[in-house]
């Protein structure tokens, strides 16, 4: 599984669709970790947020807010590989 993600945040980001962005949040779920995207219309910028929340590492949460839903959710994917699979 932490193969998808490293392929995906390994790519140049205009190479990653949003599909395979989805696919990771899927990788996410199988972890047992949890993940959110948020669409908020009411803010001036940054209008994408993107939270994962780990419980199995004392519910540590990642949460990243962006203009670019794409940007947003790659920051996001970096750190959890990071804290996920790096830190073992």
Same mark, same amino acid.
């Given at each position: *599984? !932490?193969?998808i993600l490293r392929e995906i945040i390994d790519k140049p980001i205009e190479m990653v669709t949003l599909e395979a962005l989805m696919n990771c949040f899927e990788v996410i779920k199988d972890n047992g970790d949890i993940g959110l995207i948020k669409f908020d219309g009411l803010r001036e910028s940054s209008h994408y947020t =993107? +939270? =994962?929340t780990i419980p199995s590492l004392d519910n540590t949460h %990642?949460? *990243?807010d962006d203009s670019s839903l794409k940007n947003a959710v %790659? !920051? +996001?994917l970096v750190k959890y590989y990071k804290l996920k699979?790096?830190?073992n």
């Amino acid at each position: *599984m !932490k193969e998808i993600l490293r392929e995906i945040i390994d790519k140049p980001i205009e190479m990653v669709t949003l599909e395979a962005l989805m696919n990771c949040f899927e990788v996410i779920k199988d972890n047992g970790d949890i993940g959110l995207i948020k669409f908020d219309g009411l803010r001036e910028s940054s209008h994408y947020t =993107v +939270v =994962v929340t780990i419980p199995s590492l004392d519910n540590t949460h %990642i949460r *990243m807010d962006d203009s670019s839903l794409k940007n947003a959710v %790659i !920051k +996001v994917l970096v750190k959890y590989y990071k804290l996920k699979y790096d830190s073992n």
